[in-house]
């Protein structure tokens, strides 16, 4: 079957080898850039995934969060289907944050895998949600017919692939932005701008030079 690229304004977003047009599910559906949120009348904290943007999480917490293994967290890492987004590993005494955003990808990466997407069509499908905040995540469901992967920002949007033959699954993000949030509670999470280990590096120095001058 041949697969479609990703438009602008919903349909396939999984795809590969795709030709750079095609015939539209829905010639009414809204396109994202004009959507509205469901959290609008939230304070910004509350809202989802609404804490520090420099507040991240260490990857074994992220596994946790997002039921998957290191091995997984790490191969997606240094492919760059999901980065850190919160700070990359930079030597000896730092590691990888991520952000809640970040978590919420991976859990859905992890569906799509365990849907029997494939990895290659995952990556095209997550290119396209990339610069998409948690607000904007919140409100897609992803559909698909076991190959391309469609996201849809309304009922009508579903029930049209439904009845269109064009879904065997669906994933309701809002959902998973709730457990992740559940998860997190309960998992540490600390702030990127502090750089524990060098910092302690550093004291530890400063303070045995201050003890040879005495001692000397």
Not at 189 to 213: C, M, T, W, Y
Request: net charge negative; glycine share 10%.
């Amino acid at each position: 079957m041949a697969e479609q690229p990703a438009p602008p304004d919903g349909g396939p977003v999984g795809a590969t080898d795709a030709p750079t047009t095609r015939a539209p599910v829905e010639a009414s559906r809204t396109p994202l850039g004009l959507q509205g949120t469901l959290f609008d009348d939230l304070p910004a904290a509350e809202r989802p995934g609404g804490s520090a943007q420099d507040v991240g999480y260490r990857g074994p917490t992220a596994c946790s969060a997002a039921g998957i293994t290191y091995r997984q967290l790490d191969y997606w890492a240094r492919t760059g289907l999901v980065e850190p987004g919160v700070r990359e590993a930079s030597g000896s005494g730092t590691s990888r944050l991520y952000s809640f955003r970040d978590i919420l990808v991976l859990k859905i990466v992890k569906k799509l895998l365990d849907a029997g997407i494939s990895l290659q069509n995952i990556r095209t499908a997550i290119a396209t949600l990339r610069d998409r905040g948690v607000e904007d995540l919140a409100q897609i469901t992803l559909m698909s017919d076991g190959t391309t992967v469609y996201e849809c920002t309304s009922t009508d949007e579903v029930l049209d692939l439904l009845q269109g033959g064009q879904a065997v699954f669906a994933i309701a993000v809002r959902r998973h932005v709730r457990d992740v949030e559940g998860s997190l509670a309960t998992l540490p999470g600390e702030r990127a701008a502090v750089d524990a280990p060098a910092a302690q590096s550093a004291d530890d120095e400063l303070s045995s030079r201050r003890r040879r001058r005495t001692t000397a």
